[in-house]
């Protein structure tokens, strides 16, 4: 069964009703686990939305209750740490870590950092995503990571993807709005897709150009469980 996340980002702005109400639709429509960001306001102090990340960035102050949120509604949870000490507050609650294209591409030349070596020590399960195929990394027959191929452009295009190599990853990372491609990433044995989700395309909401809204989402989840059963 392909393990499909749904992205919620930063397009919840701290909003604790929208979030329980999106982590609702996503249990609802299928996805198995929900996905959310952690900065530090240093990561983010040159961004012109820089209050809304901070709202949205999952925090020692905040953990706590997305995560009571998670285990009322049934959804797994987790987060994208971006500096170190994330790491340590996410660890008593998530199961699996998430590392951006930024730091996995530090991984592609075979240099860890501080971040990266605190989320191996966990041993839980990790998704990276990077652009060029990591079969030359030495890490790319670590136990515990999964490599998802990512365009790291928001949105990029059609004519910016290349599943030549799709087969030396283990899965994709989305950031292109056509439907099409998260479902062709499950035709090539993607055994990990992650799509980012929003309750309203209409609005503005930070990662808003590169998500799905409840309908598409719903399509996507369909045509890849049909696809499972078709190869079953």
């Not at 996905?35 to 102090?45: A, G, L, M, P, R």
């Not at 991984?107 to 839980?124: G, H």
């Amino acid at each position: 069964m392909v393990f499909v996340i749904a992205e919620i980002g930063v397009n919840w702005n701290g909003n604790f009703e929208l979030v329980k109400e999106m982590m609702a639709k996503t249990k609802e429509i299928g996805f198995n686990a929900v996905k959310f960001q952690s900065f530090d306001e240093e990561i983010v102090k040159e961004h012109p939305n820089k209050k809304n990340l901070l709202k949205s960035s999952i925090s020692e102050k905040n953990v706590e209750e997305i995560n009571n949120i998670a285990n009322h509604i049934g959804i797994e949870w987790f987060s994208t740490p971006m500096y170190s000490d994330a790491v340590d507050f996410l660890e008593l609650y998530v199961n699996k870590f998430k590392i951006r294209e930024t730091d996995g591409r530090k991984l592609l030349e075979n240099s860890s950092t501080e971040l990266t070596e605190k989320i191996f020590r966990t041993k839980k399960e990790v998704f990276v995503s990077c652009q060029s195929s990591p079969k030359k990394s030495n890490y790319y027959n670590h136990p515990n990571i999964k490599w998802l191929y990512c365009v790291p452009k928001y949105p990029c295009s059609l004519d910016d993807l290349n599943f030549k190599k799709f087969k030396e990853f283990n899965g994709y990372s989305n950031h292109c709005n056509e439907i099409i491609v998260p479902i062709m990433s499950a035709i090539l044995g993607a055994q990990v897709i992650e799509v980012h989700i929003t309750s309203d395309r209409q609005k503005e909401f930070i990662d808003n150009p590169v998500s799905f809204d409840y309908k598409e989402s719903f399509e996507i989840i369909k045509q890849i469980r049909n696809i499972e059963r078709i190869e079953k």
